[in-house]
């Protein structure tokens, strides 16, 4: 199983992390292997929302489908997407700090069925995409922070 889990500390309230956070249409601003990402369906975002996220990996876009299977603001959410070849669960705690808050992301991605035999190559492009993205993920916490609005982030490895 590919797995990658960072901490952040961000200046940022635990309330502000966590909408921000819930709304994974966001992911295209932090996360450099993110081409695109929307919400599907219109409302409030809660458990049960769905967001499409598309990926750009080796010259090719992949689309997944991540619902929020756990909302409980805002102290954490857990996105969950399946396909016919990969799970992945992403799990996110957010703790209140004397200034600001610690968010904990945990990502689980695991091939299904005959996917099974790619799994160390997996784990390995996900260590460094995970730490690109986490790099995008502080730089973004960083400006809600500051009371900016994220614009598209380009984390280097």
Known sequence: MAHFATTIETRATPREVFAYLADFSHTAQWDPTVVRARALGPGRIGEGSRFEVVLALAGR????????????????????SISSHLRSVDTIRIEPTAAGCRVRYDADLRPLGLFYVFDLPIHLVFQLSGARSARGLEQALAQRAQGRRPSRTRARA
């Open 61 to 80: 876009e992949l689309s997944f489908e991540y619902e929020i299977t756990r909302f409980e603001p805002p102290r954490g959410l857990v996105f969950t």
